[in-house]
């Protein structure tokens, strides 16, 4: 019965997902531009990003466009991937990061990162174990 519901969800838990990553993408994309968002990302120790914390928003990006191909077809929702062991593997991996994540959002030193990205990452991870259930 659990494995049903799981089933069921899994599509729009992928979509949400990707939704948020798609979020993530256009942020880290203005704190690359400059904008003035550096409190919610990266320590919180800088306002606009240095160059070097500008380089990780780009490696960010690309990984986070990774991640949502991942838990698509980890939903049945694309098929990029020729390797579906992987997928499956990759997506547990995927769920320990957001895991991590929350972890290392909940003990920065900048308070507006600590009450939004460990609670995002909170989000990313539990829609990230729906998929991989599934």
């Known amino acids: 019965m659990l494995a ?11 979509i949400l997902f990707t939704v948020l990553m798609a979020g993530l993408i256009v942020f880290q994309a203005a704190l690359i531009a400059g904008a003035p968002l550096g409190h919610l990302a990266w320590g919180g120790q800088d ?19 990774i991640f949502a191909v991942l838990v698509l077809q980890r939903a049945g929702l ?3 991937l ?5 997928v499956v593997v990759a997506t547990w ?3 320990g990061y957001f895991a991590l994540g929350i972890v290392l959002n909940a003990v920065s030193r900048s308070k507006p990162e600590r009450l939004t990205m460990a609670p995002l990452s909170a989000v990313l991870m ?9």
């Open 78 to 80: 694309a098929n990029v």
């Open 47 to 65: 306002r606009v990003l240095p160059v070097q914390k500008r380089l990780g928003s780009a490696i960010s990006i690309g990984l986070y466009l």
């Open 126 to 134: 539990v829609l990230t174990v729906i998929v991989a259930l599934s």
């Open 82 to 86: 020729p390797w579906p062991g992987v």
């Open 4 to 14: 049903i519901i799981i089933a069921e969800l899994a599509p729009a838990a992928a």
């Open 93 to 95: 991996v995927l769920a």
